[in-house]
Nanobody, 126 residues
């Protein structure tokens, strides 16, 4: 069955960096787009970044542009989220998600994704 397993979260000081990883299994990676979402306490799940299966294009929320980078390694079936210049407002549980195909209109909507990982906590604090 489809499995997404995130890792790499932790506690980091403001201005620091973290790299999240998501290992995918149970489906044909070449036909699925991959995305990262986050959810802070009391808030809705927010689309952070997506990498399209069609041409590898990447998309970012305005709040993380220039600081976060998404990438994927087909050989290891892993999607990464490199996070730099972290801010306290980046604190959240980060989730990996996948969907068949891609849509530039809905990439940031949680409802557009079919499968989710269990999440990894990222805390930015001094």
């Amino acid at each position: 069955q489809v499995q997404l397993v995130e890792s790499g979260g932790g506690l980091v000081e403001p201005g620091g960096s973290l790299r999240l990883s998501c290992v995918a299994s149970g489906f044909t990676l070449d036909m699925y787009s991959m995305a990262w979402f986050r959810q802070a306490p009391g808030q809705e799940r927010e689309g952070v970044s997506c990498i399209s299966v069609t041409d590898g294009s990447t998309y970012y929320a305005d709040s993380v542009k220039g600081r976060f980078t998404i990438s994927r390694d087909h050989a290891t079936r892993t999607v990464y989220l490199q996070m730099s210049s972290l801010k306290p407002e980046d604190t959240a549980v980060y989730y990996c998600a996948t969907r068949w195909g891609f849509s530039s209109v809905t990439w940031y909507r949680a409802s557009a994704y079919d499968f989710w990982g269990q999440g990894t906590q990222v805390t930015v604090s001094s």
